[in-house]
Nanobody
């Protein structure tokens, strides 16, 4: 049984930082591109960041590029999202995902596994 368990969400002020973690189990972690999606109230899910299985390729949403950084540790089966200079518009539920190893272009239609999500709230 595959599980992706997110942690690290919470309430932070405008301009603050948070670090999300996602612990994976039940899968061969290095077989997957890993990523983070988010969903704000009343909106669809959007890709925030993705990282290839060997960490050499990353992809970011234009709205977070330069502020967020994705990384992974294959020995620990964990993917991270460091979020700096947070803005109120970053408020959303953040989902850890595992997708095909062949691409970092993750969409809602090619994700193999989803986590349950963690809430991030940025107050102004």
């Amino acid at each position: 049984q595959v599980q992706l368990v997110e942690s690290g969400g919470g309430l932070v002020q405008d301009g603050g930082s948070l670090r999300l973690s996602c612990q994976a189990s039940g899968l061969t972690f290095s077989d997957y591109t890993m990523g983070w999606f988010r969903q704000a109230p009343g909106q669809g899910r959007e890709l925030v960041a993705a990282i290839s299985w060997h960490s050499t390729t990353t992809r970011y949403s234009p709205s977070v590029k330069g502020r967020f950084a994705i990384s992974r540790d294959n020995a620990l089966n964990t993917v991270y999202l460091q979020m700096n200079r947070l803005k109120p518009e970053d408020t959303a539920i953040y989902y850890c995902v595992a997708g095909p190893r062949s691409t970092v272009v993750l969409t809602t239609t090619n994700i193999d596994y989803w986590g349950q999500g963690t809430q991030v709230t940025v107050s102004s």
